[in-house]
């Protein structure tokens, strides 16, 4: 059915005719694109020429996407223009690349022969009506090594990070090529630097940049402008339908940019690669994990340097930088989270990245999880009281889940309250809760109406909103809704779902909704404990979902004996929250223990956790221990340590270097160890014994120390 309004008095029409030659001397604005809708004039415009654009700096050019600039000094106040040439056919002062929209824009660059250190991009972009003070406050880049429509994978960055490092006014304006003094378009600069280099081989890559600011328009990303030409480049631009050739009408456009870096020889350090977990790994679990990766690729020298990147995704930081090594322990990680990571090798002259890495955790087993991906409509209850037919489950997709969702249309049109609810949901009382869902709001005019999502416990009696859109003046999403609650002390057995809509539904198309999930992780006194040691600290981690009157725990520690205590940490007292415990036993000889929690109530009841294992290597690097006893006569300890897995070599020479015992010669796991010379057969005299030791990750240690021998 076709919405129709069949009448307009004379004074609403004549409005809309007056207000209609205004928008034609305007331009038209969606999030996709900024548009000229004026009258495509062949007139006189001043005559154009382009100039590269200009930067500062010390930093050498290694690629430049393209003129912006179409005339010096012909803008607003003796600026620079960058025109719209309107007099060729073109209307596109801009391509939206906001964040808020989910836009970006990309362009390509080709490296030929010797790889690319880059340091600095720089983009342009603009919001209309700024001054010339940059409103631009966010910008995030990925780096693709082929086209994103056709193949290419992400070999740095994310839609994530901010990276921005600076920006500023370019001295240039955006406006029409017949109206060159306008100001309410200034370009600014957005440099994105890099510390150290990325450092790019040769081939094509793209470039994907996506930016926020402070006003309402845009960021938009104008084209490359070049002086009478139509067509200036292959860009692409993401919207919520996916990538597509960014055109002004039909004619393809570039997208300017600039490269800044220095080029030269690849750098010969090898590349950090085959990670463990593997890229993009799933259920990984949240203890135990230990990051590791090896060195090869196209590089031939070892690095003296590593830096570790890691963290959440979209957050990495540097969590490891010094001497070379292969793997790395996170920790106790959270449950069902996106993490990312990264190596760097470095020589003195130069680094080599490794791509970034990513796996995901187990959910929390703990987790009960209510989803509605609305198949069909048998958990819900239409209750109006209009709309009794305006709500289906149907074959789309549109709100960002997949077919079928939830809809309500506009048709038959009512104006007031539309209402459906769930059925009972068994939620566990006075628990921190989540929920979710997939949403879209197709917006026909004003006023649209009021949409609610929330959670009732007593029938409908009462609501307590979760989401809430009142009167949006375009279209909502399609968006992926979060947020958080906590359920009632009683009756939270009782829960529904109700989704409202209040208002004229002739002022809307369709609403959609999908996939809407509430979870809350079931209450356990103690969740997780833990135990993992590093050199001589053994950490304790445990973590509590809820509390009664929780005095504190006692850690206790046993090495098959009886178990002693070694420290106290203070609870909570009574809570409801999940709470995180640490502990460190510093110190700790080497040896294998158990450890348990003794948790003590306020009125001094206890009760023991289970006891968890834990094995002590003592430190991580390459000793050489003096002998014990020496003088000795004629037995003696050699007590010594591997910082890795390592084949070792322990001899003993007499004064004249001459060697009278080997002691050892084979591989060894990491760790402390001993050995035992029995020197019965030697005369009495000082002797030496040296240790050699070659690691697995390329260390090598050599120390050599004097012992007596007396009889």
């Not at 084209?223 to 050739?245: C, E, F, K, R, Y």
């Not at 080599?352 to 509605?372: G, K």
């Not at 409908?460 to 859109?469: A, D, I, N, R, S």
Request: charged share 10%.
């Amino acid at each position: 059915m076709l919405k129709q309004i069949y009448t307009l008095s004379l004074t609403v029409l004549v409005a809309l005719i007056f207000a209609g030659s205004i928008i034609a001397q305007s331009s038209s604005i969606s999030n996709v694109k900024e548009v000229y809708t004026g009258t495509h004039t062949k007139v006189q415009t001043p005559a154009g020429q382009n100039i590269p654009i200009p930067y500062d700096g010390t930093l050498a050019l290694l690629f430049d996407n393209g003129p912006l600039v179409t005339n010096p000094a012909g803008g607003s106040g003796g600026a620079d223009l960058s025109a719209l040439q309107s007099a060729i056919g073109l209307g596109t002062y801009g391509f939206g690349a906001q964040i808020s929209a989910g836009n970006s824009v990309a362009d390509d660059f080709t490296i030929n022969g010797a790889s690319w250190n880059i340091e600095e991009l720089q983009f342009f972009t603009y919001q209309t009506g700024s001054s010339t003070t940059s409103t631009i406050n966010d910008a995030r880049i990925r780096i693709w090594n082929g086209a994103p429509n056709a193949g290419g994978t992400i070999v740095f960055g994310d839609l994530t990070t901010n990276r921005l490092s600076s920006t500023s006014w370019t001295n240039i304006y955006r406006a029409l090529d017949t109206s060159p003094s306008a100001s309410d378009r200034p370009i600014m600069r957005v440099v994105v630097q890099f510390s150290p280099a990325l450092t790019l081989g040769p081939g094509t890559y793209w470039v994907e940049v996506s930016l926020g600011g402070t006003l309402a328009s845009g960021p938009w990303a104008p084209a490359v402008s070049i002086v009478g030409q139509t067509t200036t480049g292959d860009a692409l631009q993401l919207t919520s339908t996916g990538w597509a050739a960014a055109v002004d009408g039909t004619y393809p456009q570039g997208i300017p940019f600039i490269v800044l870096g220095n080029s030269g020889p690849p750098c010969p350090v090898q590349t950090p690669e085959n990670p463990t977990p593997a890229n993009n790994a799933v259920d990984v679990p949240i203890t135990g994990v230990n990051l590791s990766w090896s060195n090869g690729g196209p590089g031939t020298v070892p690095p003296n340097q590593v830096e570790v990147f890691f963290g959440p995704a979209g957050n990495m930081v540097s969590v490891y930088s010094g001497a070379p090594v292969t793997q790395w322990s996170p920790g106790t990680l959270n449950y069902f989270t996106n993490y990312q990571w990264k190596v760097v090798n470095k020589i003195d002259t130069c680094n080599i990245s490794s791509s970034t890495w990513a796996f995901r955790t187990i959910q929390d087993p703990n987790l009960v999880e209510h989803c509605e991906p609305f198949a069909d409509l048998s958990n819900w209850t239409i209750v109006g009281p209009l709309g009794l037919t305006n709500w289906t489950a149907s074959a789309t997709a549109n709100a960002g889940g997949t077919a079928p969702e939830l809809r309500m249309g506009w048709s038959p049109s009512f104006t007031g309250v539309s209402l459906i609810r769930s059925n009972a949901i068994p939620l566990v009382n006075n628990t921190a809760s989540t929920f979710s869902f997939n949403f879209f709001l197709d917006y026909f005019a004003a006023p649209s109406g009021t949409v609610t999502v929330g959670i009732t416990y007593d029938g409908g009696t009462t609501e307590e909103v979760l989401y809430q859109v009142v009167d949006p003046p375009a279209n909502v999403g399609p968006a992926l809704i979060e947020g958080s609650f906590t359920t009632p002390a009683t009756g939270s057995e009782n829960a529904q779902l109700q989704i409202t809509y209040n208002g004229y539904t002739f002022n809307i198309d369709y609403i959609y909704w999908d996939n809407l999930c509430v979870k809350q992780v079931i209450p356990v006194e103690l969740t997780s404990f833990i135990a993992k040691s590093d050199n001589n600290t053994v950490t304790l981690n445990w973590t509590t979902a809820t509390e009664l009157n929780n005095s504190g725990f006692q850690i206790e520690r046993s090495n098959g004996g009886e178990y002693q205590s070694v420290g106290f940490v203070a609870g909570h007292g009574t809570s409801t929250s999940t709470n995180n415990y640490v502990y460190l036993d510093q110190n700790v000889e080497a040896g294998t223990y158990t450890y348990r929690l003794k948790q003590i109530d306020l009125d001094g009841s206890f009760e023991y956790s289970n006891a968890v294992e834990v094995e002590v290597l003592g430190l991580r690097e390459y000793t050489l221990g003096q002998n014990y006893p020496n003088p000795f006569n004629p037995s003696t300890t050699i007590n010594f340590s591997l910082a890795v897995d390592s084949k070792v070599s322990l001899k003993v020479f007499n004064v004249l270097g001459q060697e009278v015992a080997s002691l050892l010669n084979g591989q060894m796991s990491a760790g402390s160890q001993k050995v035992s010379f029995d020197a019965s057969s030697l005369n009495s005299g000082v002797y030496f014994y040296r240790l050699e030791a070659d690691g697995i990750d390329g260390q090598k240690f050599s120390s050599t120390k004097k012992m007596i021998l007396t009889k």
